[in-house]
């Protein structure tokens, strides 16, 4: 039970832009189905070449998208966003005007925090000027906001309150990393891809110079997403514990394992490879190319293993290890 709501606005009058409708479009494509093309989210789309996505509707849609239960409701949305007078944030309908720009950050916060208790978890991606403003509300007695954000709930902006967000090349900048980010440049070792490992992906992309990315949290555990073909196949991750029999266990290496007999030295040519350690060395090397696993006084596994050296888990390698011990891959 995944719901999103995806919402794009180029067709401003008087200030159209130009590349949300885009972006929802292509944020939608890519949460509906995972990468082997299961099912994901349930995504309704709003986007101005199609529909008017005025105050009414868009306030409609986003009541229904908190309404029942659901593991997770998503919201995107790509549009106009600014701060009024007051200090108030909003999204901006396609009909919206001064007095009546659109549903308030503040008020779709509220509907997020009071479905708490049927909706398991809450993300929210805003790609609009001001973004960061939301999950900000007026401190008691003083002109400062702070974040009041729900139990289970996640946000995402594409800049801090006081910024514009760009667009780029028919995208926005920030929206073109979240769907590089989504389509598994994201992805952990097992294919998951989290809000935090998409913001870790665009906080590090556009850097202390450009528009600063937001990300606001309120949860006990990191929901995936989207999921993608993993990068180490998983039945390699549950062998860990086999190959490693506690996490500071060393598995000891010699040429047999290494099947390439053409480039080592003249006085291993003629060694045996073992298959059967060979088939181990190409796993132990794929864990090695991702973190997981490294050689032991050797700059590389194929050094470790002419020179019957051993390998070891890494940080990394020791937490996957204890995951696939307590079954949880």
Known sequence: MKKALIVGIDDYKGSPLSGCVNDAL?????????????????????????????????????EALFQGGAD?????FAGH????????????????????????????????????ARIKSTVIILDCCHSGNMGDVPSLGTGDKVSVIGNGMTILTACDRSEGAAEYNGHGLFTGILI?????????????????????????????WKQRPIYKTNVRNLISLREVTPKIPLEVLRRLPTYFKNQ???????????????NVPKHLQKVPVNDDNAKVFQELQMCNRHGLVAPVDAEHMYYAAINSK??????????????????QI
């Not at 292509?26 to 105050?55: H, M, R, Y």
């Not at 500071?248 to 053409?262: C, M, V």
Request: charged share 20%; net charge negative.
């Open 26 to 62: 292509a944020v939608a494509s890519i949460l509906e189905k995972n990468g082997d093309g299961s099912p994901n989210f349930s995504v309704k789309t709003l986007t101005s070449n199609a529909v008017d996505v005025n105050c009414e509707t868009l306030s409609e849609n986003l």
């Open 72 to 76: 997770i409701a998503l919201l995107y």
């Open 81 to 116: 966003g600014l701060i009024n007078e007051g200090g108030e944030g909003y999204i901006v309908a396609q009909d919206g005007k001064k007095g009546a720009w659109g549903p308030s950050m503040s008020e779709i916060l509220s509907l997020a925090n009071q479905a708490q």
């Open 180 to 208: 590089d980010s989504l389509s598994g440049s994201g992805a952990d070792i097992c294919g998951r891809i989290t809000s935090a490992s998409v913001y870790a992906q665009v906080d590090q992309v556009l850097g202390p």
């Open 248 to 262: 500071t266990d060393k598995f000891n290496l010699d040429p047999s394992f290494e099947p390439d007999r053409e």
């Open 310 to 327: 051993s390998c070891k888990l890494t940080a990394l390698g020791a937490h996957y290890r204890k995951l696939a011990e307590e079954k």
